[in-house]
C-alpha cells in the first residue's frame, strides 16, 4: 500500500505535464479521423463523381466505354503506375481509378468508399451488357447505337446515410487514437517507474525489508491505475464527440473492447522502455523515434493501401498495425471470425516479448537521474 499511495503522489505531481500531451495527442487523433472521414451524406453521383480512366486496349468498344464515361464523370488523365494511382487516390484528385488492360480485361481502384465503385461500375456494367446485347443480334454501329440507348437511362445512384458516415468516422477516430494510447502510456509509466530507480531510491529500497524486484512488481501494478486512467479520458472524450447510441452499439461496444485489447500490447511496451532510457530526454526521444513511424507504417495516418507491399511486411513488428486489422475487422463486419482471434493472441504475445525483454533489461541496468 506504501509502494501505491507514494505512486499516486507522484504521478499527481506531475498531472499538469501529462494532462498537456493528452490534450496535444487527442487533438492530433481527432484531427486525423476528421480528415480521413471528411465524406458527407448524400447522392454519390453528384458529391464524388472525378474519376480515371486509364485505357491501354486499341478495340473499338474500350474506346467507345471511355467516351460514354466522359459524358457520365469528371474523367481525368493520370499515369500508368501503381504509385500514381495510389497518390491520385489518397490526395483525393480522383476518388476512382478504371484500367482498361490490353486484352479488355479490367481493373478499379478506390478509397475505401464503395459507394464509388458502386456507381462507376453499375455504368459500365450497363454500357457492356447493352453494347453486348446489340452485337449478339448484329445491329449495325452498335457502339454508337449503345450511348443513343443510355442517353435516356435513369441514372444510378448510391446513397450514404448519417448513420454509416458516423460509423466509419468511428473507426478513424480509434484508429488514430492507438498513436495518443501509445504516446502517452509510453510517457506517462517512464515517469513513475523512474522514480522508483534513482540511486537514493534504490539505496533505500535495498536497506529495507522488501525486496526490490518486490518493489518493483509493485510498481508496475500501480501504473496500470495510470493505463486505465488513460483509457477512461478517451473513453469519455469518444462520448463527447459521438452519438451515445452509437458508441454504445454492437458496433460501437466491439470498438470498446479491441481498444481494451490494445492496452496490453502497449504497456508492455511502456515497461520495456521505461527500462531502457536512462532520462526523460531519453524516454521522450524514445517515445518520438518508436511512435511516429510504427504510426505511419501501421495504417493510422496514412492506409495501409496506399503504402508499398515491403512496407506492411516490416508494419507486422507493431502492435498498432494488429490493433489496426482489428478495427479494419469491425468496420467490415466481420468481427468475431477466426481472424479476430488471431490479432488478439498476437497482441497478448507482444506483451509476453516486452515484458521478458523489460525484465532483463531491469536486471542488468541500474540508472542515476
Known sequence: MTVFKSYLKIMRKNSVG?????????????????????SKPGN?????????????SNDKTSKELE??????????KIRNDEKTIKENLFTQYVSYVLKINKDNSMEY???KDIGVAFIVNGKVEEYLKTNKLLNKYNIENADS???NILEDNVEISYIKDQNTLKSESLYYYY????FVVMSVIMIGVFI????????????????????SKKVETKVLLSSLIFVAFVWLVLLFTTVVLFDRQLLFSSIGLEYILSSIIYLVPTYGLAYLIATISKDTNVNTALVNFIVLPLSFISGVFVPLEFLPKSIEKIAIIS???????????????????????????IQILFFITFVLLGYMSSKRKTRTL
Open 18 to 38: 501529462i494532462m498537456i500531451y493528452m490534450v496535444i495527442f487527442i487533438s492530433i487523433s481527432v484531427m486525423v479521423s476528421v480528415s480521413l472521414s471528411n
Open 319 to 345: 502492435p498498432m498495425y494488429w490493433n489496426n486489422k482489428l478495427y479494419r475487422l469491425i468496420m467490415d463486419g466481420s468481427f468475431g471470425n477466426s481472424d479476430t482471434y488471431i490479432y488478439i493472441g
Open 109 to 111: 481502384y478506390i478509397n
Open 175 to 178: 484508429n488514430s487514437q492507438s
Open 67 to 76: 467516351k460514354y464515361l466522359n459524358k457520365n464523370f469528371d474523367v481525368k
Open 192 to 211: 513513475g517507474y523512474s522514480k522508483y530507480k534513482q540511486r537514493n531510491v534504490k539505496d533505500r529500497i535495498g536497506s529495507s525489508a522488501m525486496a
Open 145 to 147: 447505337k449503345t450511348q
Open 44 to 56: 454519390y453521383v453528384k458529391n464524388q463523381k472525378t474519376i480515371a480512366v486509364i485505357n491501354m
